[in-house]
């Protein structure tokens, strides 16, 4: 079977584009992503979105972007798994170089929060919940991972205080990269002051929705030898899936599709996590950056607050994560989100991550999550050795 | 208007209408046909008795569209006596005085208002248990 590799990447910033259309907006990432590969076609574009439909009134944004691109023509679709779409047609674009049916694939995330304001934009958020038996109720997504941040404080003896690392960490990250929606660090003990969204989740535990897109120009990794000085192989790549409602799992402070596309992930691409150099985890919430440590296996259940705590997820720590902001500073932008993840390991890899830069990175791993987990995609990547 | 949608759920809504999993014999909230244990069928219908304790909560501050005048509320995890666990609610209660295990029961109560000319959207609410708190 082909092995899938980058050879290029593209994204905006993440803010409020208030001039800015979803089909430009798009087209900003895809044109940049092209540039980097140096190639004006691709054979098939696979679009992540979440909610184009809801905020912008526009769905078929497969055709509309492609037309939009110049592309007018090719095999263009979207796929939808709630904030994991970017990482959803990521997959597909490995799914179709590696089949062999697709040779050079282009993987656009995008995302347009700002058509909208105020609550039709949480109601539209709180669609990728179970409409009946959730979201008819008032929760929201990040209700529930409140619910869940609740629980796993009351079962482990976890004070809220113990979380701030994540929020910390991720702003002095993203204080180092220009591109991040928010460049400000973070004091610890603003973290338990901050005003409340959802108990016991404030704003400065919760990650801003802002708009954004990133893209990657996805191939044949011996045709990619041929094209860039470096390209990223797509070492592992695995979607898993559980239930969309929380109240629905038998174990709920397991992600458990989590912890099988990381799995699955790992053993594709032939690594232990002790390979891994850095993690792009899903830090909607604080909580879910230390679920997603211990499903992969970093911390031991309960454990996962832990890292936060020692300083072992910093740019220097045993497993830095968020390393260009996360969700939490660089921005949250939705089904672009995946794609974003996949960029920033890239850049990373290639050791082109500037004053983001993980020394010596040679494997990367992102985890994007839909709600609390309801799909999960891991993706690992790696680069030959020079 | 979405008449049908909240006419097909009026046994969940109003009588917390589940089923039971004749294989394995785990009851299942909401109903799904297919047992979240043992995968095996579960189409035995079986109401619940609305009794259960609170298993996590939380306060919420930022709220959708249609729940924007009630914000702040609270919605908890229900743990009921026979097992499930429902996204609910509480009502009657004063947000500070709720914790985890806290004895509660279900209620009919107005969920949302589809706008002024709208359906208005009953179903279960938990309150604090009355036996318990008598």
């Known amino acids: ?386 | 208007m979405e008449v049908s949608r909240h006419w097909r759920l009026k046994e969940q809504r109003y009588s917390l209408v589940g089923e039971t999993c004749e294989h394995c014999g785990v009851k299942l909230f909401p109903p799904r046909d297919v047992c979240l244990a043992c995968e095996a069928p579960a189409k035995e219908l079986y109401t619940f008795t609305g009794l259960g304790e609170v298993y996590s909560y939380t306060t919420v501050y930022d709220a959708p569209a249609g729940f924007e005048h009630q914000a702040p509320y609270t919605v908890a995890l229900v743990k009921l006596e026979e097992g499930p666990l429902v996204t609910a609610q509480l009502t009657d209660v004063d947000k500070d005085t709720i914790q985890i295990g806290m004895p509660v029961e279900m209620v009919t109560r107005k969920l949302y208002t589809e706008g002024d000319e709208g359906t208005i959207v009953y179903g279960y609410k938990f309150r604090p248990s009355v036996s318990a708190t008598a």
Request: overall charge negative; aromatic content about 6%.
């Open chain 1, 1 to 386: 079977m082909n092995a899938a590799s980058i050879i290029g990447i593209g994204q905006t910033d993440v803010r409020e584009h208030w001039d800015t259309s979803i089909r430009h907006l798009a087209w900003y990432a895809i044109e940049a992503a092209l540039d980097d590969a140096q190639i004006s076609k691709v054979d098939a574009l696979y679009v992540g979105n979440m909610l184009a439909g809801q905020l912008s009134h526009q769905n078929h944004l497969g055709a509309l972007i492609a037309d939009f691109s110049g592309m007018r023509g090719i095999e263009a679709v979207t796929v939808e798994a709630g904030d994991a779409s970017g990482s959803a047609a990521l997959r597909q674009a490995v799914l179709a170089v590696k089949s062999g049916l697709v040779d050079t694939a282009l993987v656009v995330g995008v995302e347009k929060m700002t058509d909208q304001t105020g609550t039709p934009v949480t109601a539209a958020l709180s669609s990728i919940l179970d409409a009946d038996y959730e979201a008819a109720q008032g929760a929201t997504p990040t209700a529930v991972a409140a619910l869940l941040m609740r629980r796993y404080m009351h079962e482990y003896g976890v004070a809220l205080a113990d979380f701030a690392g994540f929020s910390v960490n991720a702003h002095a990250n993203g204080a180092s990269n220009p591109l991040a929606m928010y460049q400000n660090r973070l004091k610890a003990e603003r973290f338990t002051a901050a005003p409340p969204v959802a108990t016991p989740i404030s704003l400065f535990d919760v990650a801003p929705m802002g708009d954004g897109a990133a893209a990657l120009v996805v191939t044949r990794h011996e045709r990619a030898m041929d094209m860039v000085p470096r390209p990223v192989r797509i070492a592992g790549s695995a979607l898993a899936t559980d239930t969309v409602a929380l109240h629905d799992r038998l174990d709920p402070l397991w992600l458990k599709a989590a912890a099988q596309s990381a799995a699955k992930a790992l053993a594709q691409a032939h690594v232990t996590l002790a390979d891994v150099d850095l993690f792009e985890l899903h830090d909607a919430c604080t909580v879910l950056a230390a679920l997603s440590l211990e499903a992969v296996g970093f911390a031991e259940r309960g454990q996962g607050w832990q890292l936060a705590r020692d300083g072992e997820i910093g740019r220097n720590g045993r497993i830095p994560i968020s390393t260009f902001g996360g969700l939490k500073a660089r921005g949250n932008p939705g089904g672009a989100t995946g794609v974003y993840q996949a960029v920033e390991i890239a850049r990373q890899l290639r050791g082109e991550a500037e004053a983001c830069q993980v020394v010596n990175a040679k494997v990367g791993m992102a985890q994007n999550l839909a709600g609390v987990g309801g799909t999960a995609v891991t993706h690992v990547f790696t680069v030959d050795e020079q």
